[in-house]
């Protein structure tokens, strides 16, 4: 009767731990309650601030912004220097040499519609790093979530290993009251290898996802990654609805493009209109020889206003209709990815939904493995004990707690991709 004490003992203890993995928890997208979400919006701060790829979009930002200074300019001067190898004789004297400068205008409010348009590229530019930023948040979260999984995984497997040696304990005391047969033992050793080797390979996969975590953080792969310790799916829902989508940074990028060619339209009718040139020519006059007036060797200064006129402006109205077809063009790709945005934030909230469901459900089908178990270890006091559904019932709790972090890893990916299209 002791032995059956202490085994109903046991067992209630073990029972009890087991229920308490089942905590509610809850959260939103990037930020956790206490110091879990300390730790992954710290993450999320690291990776901003060492991506590569952010300073790549920041930079190419720069660069378009710059641009803005390059088309103020205007057209070079142009200065010419001539020497008369033939000197043609004018009443005057012979003209020796000839030095022109000229200088092209653009049509009013040309510089302002260049300026206009790079200025309009930029903001298109500006929303790439937004999108980026987003995207790496995405990444940094999903990869926590991913470590936490595994590492969650890693737990249960030890609990569960350790259950087996306890119920490898009470078999070899079984067997010695014949109660149990040696091949009960056997059983449990290979159930207990077969865990061990689990555990092995998860231990593999937290270090190959740790170092895709690090890899997003741009730091060294070996670093070692704190993880929250109990995450579970939060009580309620936040409802979202697709009309937030007009707010995202992938549709108002088609909207700056869109404006961009607007822009472009507009400095291509200036391009259109004629150019002002302003100048002078200076030529060198050496006097006649033996003769006497007033005139006699005056160099000649002469003003000049130029135009240019695009008589041929086929190019213009080419430019024209090319800008026509690219605002369809980016009409067409704005309304494609809405509807692709909607239909991964619909697919979003279905999944958080499902996984809520089999949440709840895993952790039905993981009380009743628990009374199972109960029953099961009180026929122990009946005189036998059948270690076959020891391990049947043991092997469905662990799938039940794999399935529950699975379902907690599934709604919190879902509300990562929520959060993105959203916010």
Known sequence: MKIVKY??????????????RVVVFGCSLFTFHFTSGQQLETYIEEALANSPEIQKFELQYQITTEKTNEVRTIPNTEIGVGYFVSEPETRTGAQKAKV?????????GSITARESYASAIANAKYEDIVIAKRKLIVAVSQS???LYTINAQQKILLQHIELLKTYETLALTAVEIGKASAVDVLRLQIRQNELSQVLAVSEQDFLAE??????????????????????????????FTSTTLALHPELIKYDKLYQSVEQSELLNQKKSNPMIGFGIDY?????????????NGKDIIMPMVSLSIPLFNQKHKSKTKQNQLKQQEIKVQKQERLNTLKTALDKAITDRKTARIRFDTQAKNLKQAKDAEEILVKSYETGTIDFNDVLDIQELQLKFQMNQIASVKAYFNATTIINYLSN
């Open 283 to 295: 030529i060198a006059v050496s006097e006649r020889p033996n003769m006497n007036f007033s005139d």
């Open 144 to 146: 926590y979530y991913n």
């Open 7 to 20: 085994i109903s003992g046991f067992c209630n203890l073990i029972f009890c731990s087991l229920s308490k």
């Open 210 to 239: 740790q170092t895709v975590f690090n890899t997003l953080l741009d730091r060294d792969k070996s670093i070692e990654i704190q993880i929250v310790n109990e995450l579970t799916i939060p009580s309620e829902n936040v409802s």
């Open 100 to 108: 022109s400068i000229k200088q092209m205008i653009p049509w009013f």
